[in-house]
């Protein structure tokens, strides 16, 4: 079902090599028909988030779609075609959602998008279009990592690493919603009163000891939940152990690499590594219905003002994805990079 008469191609920004931020490329590719259990999507905005970056390099090449390749999870937009099956969406439906750019999926960097209608929500009202993009990959994680498995509960200490990044900014918000006192760590002050701003009681240089500050904050007792989205790659696991209080919660986004359990053991611990991309993967519908609802109950945490999205202060169009790529891997942005689809 098709709201318009919908044009034959669409611009798009392809890779058909693994490599550094120019194997971007435009192209015209034809819009993809409506499939049953799907919507097609006329993309306004998307996102960058690391494991884009990842899977253009080749560093996550197992994650991505087969070459030559649409990227990018992340999508805000405006629903044009609905397939059979499908009674939650209809044309004109602003929704938004990560439905794909990973194996097996195409994904937003297109002026239309196919995307499973399971995974998307309706967009908050109260978002524009860039804004709602920034946000599905990262409060998936951040939700399922401390509000269902951690379950976060009032008064618990919570030590949420990189509180004004991607992930972090939006654990800050939802560990604060759900009642814990939020420590926040950043590398430098503008970036730590950002996460004060966004509900960190407590603001702190992640460079610190780990002792240290476990001392200052908890009176060395620990914390009740570890949020670590830098985890094993770059070497923060252990000390998130070692941050974490006897039978604390540790939950990590980044679990490939060698990393010591002991203070697991010694201590307890209960460690949860999230992946949201599983049920993008592996074709799990359950899995996509448990990420829509947490965009539909994000998408009122938002309206009710108690969940916003953090934006980059610089902005892209499509034809500019190699330069918004390029400043992600730089560790220049802050906040969310959005990449406007629409309007090119
Ligand atoms: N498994 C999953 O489902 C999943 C989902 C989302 C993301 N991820 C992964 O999680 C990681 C973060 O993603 P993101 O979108 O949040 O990236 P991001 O926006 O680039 O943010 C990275 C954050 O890490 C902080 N950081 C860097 N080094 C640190 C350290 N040694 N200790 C504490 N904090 C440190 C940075 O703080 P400063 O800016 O202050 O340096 C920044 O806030 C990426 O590796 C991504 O691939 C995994």
Redesign the pocket.
Known sequence: MSGRELPETMDAQVIREHGGPDAFEPAELDVPDVEPNHVLVEVAATSV???DT?IRSGAAADLGPDLPAVLHGDVAGTVVAVGAGVDDFAVGDEVYGCPGGVAGTGGALAEYALADAASLAHKPDSLTMREAAALP??TI?AWDGLVTRADVAPGDDVLV????????HVAVQLAAREGGIVHA????EP?RDLARNLGAQYAFD?HRDVADYVEEYTDGRGFDVVFD???AG?G?LEGSFDAASLKGHVVT??ARGDVALDATHTKGLSVDV????IPLLHDDHDGRRYHRDILRRAASLVDDGDLRPLLDTETYGLDEISEAHRR?EA?E??GKIVVDVAGE
């Open positions: 988030n690391p494991v990842k990959l990262v994680t690493h990189g509180g004004s990044g991607g992930v972090g760590t950043a590398s430098d970036k992640y989205p830098v985890g770059a923060t986004t980044v999230v992946f949201m991309l992600l560790g942005h802050v």
